[in-house]
């Protein structure tokens, strides 16, 4: 990929079609002042040597040259460099909803490709902070660590979708106490988090998290996503989401809860806008905390490529220069001379149109070989740099990932490339679903390891090692369902054992209290001789018995109504 440094000379490529325009509008003058001389007909027998093609061609190699000098004024560059620096700045989590709520229409095409953008805008105007990315639904998952690197940031942010999570739902609760583990251990005081979400919360308590946040040294800021009066939410089949009761499910903004969890984290909210989203006054409030020193990784010193730019256009001038006015003169600055430029304009093109990308992967590989897997993936973030379509360097980056332990990054990089692969070469795909299973068993993700061996044995049915992986991966994958059915047969034991105590504490209270009512009858018979009647008194405490007997029932009932309308909340899947 090429950058400008100085973009504001690319302005001046507009001028190119006034050189064509002015050089017409000159021959026209010629043409009206030669009729003024004679009959053109006449003139033009009398110089037959003067060519009306050429001086066509010879402003166009003119232009030419104009072209490539005005690119290498806006300076271009291409590739960078990788060095470390200490630099001041504040910690920024992202924290993202992508639940299905977020497919809502309210802005343009979504809230979430619009939350997305504004994103990536964001990323654009930092300089010295870090930060990083969690994407939540039901659960929150680290999507992209604290980082300067902020190239791989918006590469992880175009991967995000409402298929990022595979649990629906909105716990905002557990994305913020995801986004306090993911801060480091010495960014006290300078740590913010961005909560971008529409603010319906399923599932936990996000004030109380935004409290902890607060209590970190961390400030929580809200921008919400959506409108009040609500929307529904459009699916993949273009048809629109409804609920468990059938009906269609309307997104609707909570600002309520949103700004609860601003207050509580020492933030603010902001409600996003179609123009302005919302992150301009929170970036410049994040501006006044505390910075913290830190050394980091950073791509800079871009290589310049404006000289080759300026070469092309000399050989242009040079060449305008060579071409002469007539149509037979055969001179060394003539046909000798555009014999020599098609092969003079490719070696100069070479620097600037080469594949650079593929020299960054092939030194990745070497740096990969001999196992200096930091090396190798420096090498390939630049290919990714200058090609961030990549299928090699994407590839490459995710096993330099994976051998350093990085399973979550490395998932990222292998998502979507299968597909790729096989259109490639079947060894390559085999290769890469069998890493993928790897990957999974790292992750502790068992069924997707076993469809990732069985698509890499589809492609080579006699991997020896692949069959045994799968075989493994199974065994894991039968063990963890086990394991689940067991819990919850135990979790199902432990609460009719809980009701079975709670049945018998009662019942030995009611025996108790037979007991004790036998007892003070027993002695009042052996005090009078003979049964006596029940007193006005005895009579209201056993009506106040059976009231509170009454209302602990209810209350049981009421606990009972609350856990099943809870265990409902957690099956919405928006």
Request: overall charge negative; charged content about 30%; hydrophobic content about 35%.
């Amino acid at each position: 990929m090429i950058y400008f440094a100085q973009p504001q000379y690319l302005l001046l490529l507009l001028l190119l079609p006034l050189v064509f325009v002015l050089y017409g509008i000159m021959r026209g003058v010629r043409k009206r002042r030669i009729k003024r001389l004679g009959q053109p007909d006449l003139v033009e027998d009398l110089a037959p040597t003067v060519s009306r093609r050429k001086g066509w061609v010879k402003i166009s190699v003119f232009a030419a040259a104009l072209l490539f000098f005005f690119i290498g004024m806006a300076r271009p560059q291409i590739g960078a460099s990788l060095k470390e620096r200490q630099i001041k700045g504040a910690e920024i989590m992202i924290v993202l909803d992508v639940s299905n709520s977020m497919r809502a229409e309210d802005y343009s095409p979504n809230r979430l490709e619009r939350a997305k953008f504004a994103i990536s805008k964001l990323v654009d105007r930092l300089r010295d902070d870090r930060v990083g990315l969690i994407v939540f639904a039901g659960r929150s998952f680290v999507q992209l660590p604290i980082t300067s690197d902020y190239v791989s940031a918006k590469i992880f942010l175009n991967s995000i979708s409402t298929g990022s999570v595979p649990v629906q739902g909105t716990a905002i609760g557990d994305a913020l106490r995801t986004a306090l583990r993911s801060f480091t251990a010495d960014s006290e005081n300078s740590r913010a988090v961005i909560l971008i979400t529409d603010g319906e919360n399923h599932e936990d308590d996000p004030v109380a998290a935004a409290r902890d946040a607060a209590d970190m040294g961390a400030r929580v800021y809200c921008i919400g996503v959506g409108s009040p009066e609500g929307q529904p939410i459009p699916m993949d089949d273009g048809e629109l989401l409804r609920g468990p009761d059938g009906n269609i499910v309307v997104t609707r903004l909570d600002e309520n809860t949103l700004k609860q969890i601003a207050e509580a984290g020492n933030g603010m909210y902001v409600r996003a806008g179609d123009s302005e989203f919302g992150l301009n006054p929170i970036i410049e409030d994040i501006r006044s905390m505390d910075e913290k020193l830190y050394k980091s990784f950073v791509f800079e010193e871009f290589d310049e490529q404006y000289m080759y730019f300026f070469a092309i256009a000399l050989f242009f001038l040079i060449l305008e220069f060579c071409i002469s006015d007539t149509r037979n003169r055969k001179t060394l600055f003539g046909r000798q001379a555009r014999i020599l430029a098609l092969p003079l304009v490719l070696f100069l093109s070479l620097p600037v149109y080469g594949q650079q990308d593929r020299h960054e992967v092939r030194k990745g590989n070497r740096n990969f070989d001999k196992e200096n897997y930091r090396e190798a993936e420096i090498d390939y973030r630049r290919a990714l740099v200058e090609d961030s379509l990549s299928t090699a360097a994407r590839y490459n980056m995710g096993n330099t990932l994976y051998r350093m332990e990085r399973f979550n990054e490395a998932a990222l990089y292998y998502k979507d490339l299968g597909d790729t692969l096989k259109r490639l070469s079947a060894s390559k795909a085999s290769d890469f679903f069998h890493n993928s299973g790897n990957l999974s068993l790292k992750q502790k993700d068992y069924a997707g390891a076993v469809e990732a061996y069985k698509e890499s044995l589809r492609l080579e049915p006699d991997n020896m090692e692949t069959k045994s992986n799968l075989a493994y991966a199974q065994k894991l994958l039968e063990e963890s369902q086990n394991q689940s059915r067991q819990g919850g047969r135990d979790k199902q034991d432990s609460q009719q054992d809980d009701r079975n105590r709670d049945d018998s504490q009662e019942q030995q209270q009611d025996n108790q209290d037979n007991h004790d009512n036998q007892d003070r009858q027993d002695n009042q018979d052996r005090s009078d001789g003979q049964q006596p009647a029940i007193s006005p008194q005895a009579a209201r405490q056993m009506l106040q018995a059976i009231e509170d007997k009454e209302k602990d029932t209810q209350e049981k009932v009421k606990k009972a109504k609350a856990e099943k309308e809870k265990t409902r909340e957690k099956e919405k899947n928006w």
